[in-house]
């Protein structure tokens, strides 16, 4: 317990990322009350004194400074950054703020473009992100990333914001307004998301199961104690951080496409009823006019 409350580091890149991005958002936020709009209380909250906080808190407290020792530090940082973090930001809707506080500047376009772009659809699309946000963990643990990060100071501070980034991009379409209306069945969109639920216990599985080490045997050599026996108890504890943080935040977001797939269909039960009051009200003053001609 001493080693959690005392254990930190600074982290430069995604402390300064982290907040930029913060004052960025509290500007956007006064610019759109300076012209009269509003922003609701909570999202700021949820940006500026949840999300963006997290990142700081992760990056430098125990799962960023004991990243290199630790393979379940390293694997807690992932899974926060990757997956936690963009959830909570995706709720403060900041593409969405972006765009209203912009709104007819040529900044406002530029923001606009980029969210609007090929790019952005693609990696938000609904059928494409929960492939992206499994493959985020997978690309790190199971490829040369990992160990490259754990070699080189740079790359590890570009893997922490890139994390968040791709993280966000991925859970965008989660949000009204934030992305373009992807027009996929939510239908076809729930089953990907259940499909995924079942695939991302692999990865964790993998590594909680498996004997062989990963990132070249690196916390074999370098981990606190070290050896090939702890580092393999360590791997299985970084499997399981990833299996259960991995299944419990899916939930949600099979959840959220629910939900929207349930406000989708009253929206249009709403625009139904419309039309058939106008057709019965059109064939209603039909009636009308008849009689009257009669």
């Given at each position: 317990?001493?080693e959690l409350l ?12 982290a ?6 958002y509290?500007?956007?936020?006064r610019r759109?009350?300076?012209?009269g709009?509003?922003w609701?209380?909570?999202?700021t909250l949820?940006?500026a004194g949840i999300?963006?906080?997290?990142v700081?808190l992760t990056?430098s407290w125990?799962p ?12 807690t940082q992932?899974?926060?950054?990757a997956l ?7 709720l403060g809707a ?8 912009l709104?007819g500047?040529?900044?406002g ?5 980029v ?5 952005t ?7 494409f992100t929960?492939?992206l ?15 490259t ?5 740079a ?11 791709f993280?966000?991009v991925?859970v965008?379409?989660?949000?009204d307004?934030?992305?373009p209306?992807?027009?996929v069945?939510?239908?076809a969109?729930?089953?990907?998301a259940?499909?995924?639920?079942i695939l991302?216990a ?7 199961f ?12 370098h981990g606190?104690p070290g050896?090939v026996?702890w580092?393999q108890s360590d791997q299985?504890a970084a499997?399981?951080i990833?299996?259960?943080?991995g299944?419990?935040?899916d939930?949600?977001f ?7 797939w ?8 709403r ?10 009200e ?8 008849l009689?009257?001609d009669a």
């Amino acid at each position: 317990m001493s080693e959690l409350l005392t254990t930190w580091t600074f982290a430069p890149l995604p402390t300064l990322v982290a907040v930029a991005a913060a004052v960025a958002y509290l500007a956007a936020v006064r610019r759109l009350h300076r012209q009269g709009g509003t922003w609701p209380w909570w999202r700021t909250l949820l940006v500026a004194g949840i999300g963006l906080p997290l990142v700081v808190l992760t990056v430098s407290w125990w799962p960023g400074a004991r990243s290199h020792q630790l393979f379940s530090a390293y694997m807690t940082q992932l899974v926060v950054l990757a997956l936690v973090v963009p959830a909570i930001l995706v709720l403060g809707a900041p593409v969405r703020l972006g765009r209203r506080a912009l709104e007819g500047s040529p900044s406002g376009a530029r923001w606009s473009a980029v969210f609007d772009s090929r790019v952005t659809r693609f990696l938000s699309h609904p059928l494409f992100t929960p492939l992206l946000l499994l493959a985020l963990p997978c690309v790190v643990v199971f490829t040369p990333v990992m160990l490259t990060t754990l070699q080189n100071a740079a790359a590890y501070s570009a893997m922490q914001v890139l994390l968040v980034v791709f993280g966000l991009v991925a859970v965008l379409g989660f949000i009204d307004d934030q992305v373009p209306d992807s027009g996929v069945p939510h239908a076809a969109a729930a089953f990907v998301a259940f499909f995924e639920l079942i695939l991302d216990a692999i990865p964790g599985i993998i590594l909680f199961f498996t004997t062989a080490l990963f990132a070249g045997g690196w916390y074999a050599v370098h981990g606190d104690p070290g050896g090939v026996e702890w580092a393999q108890s360590d791997q299985r504890a970084a499997g399981a951080i990833l299996w259960a943080v991995g299944e419990a935040i899916d939930l949600p977001f099979l959840i959220a496409i629910v939900v929207l797939w349930m406000r989708a269909d009253a929206e249009e039960a709403r625009r139904q009823d419309a039309l058939l009051d106008a057709q019965e009200e059109a064939a209603r003053r039909a009636r009308e006019f008849l009689a009257d001609d009669a």
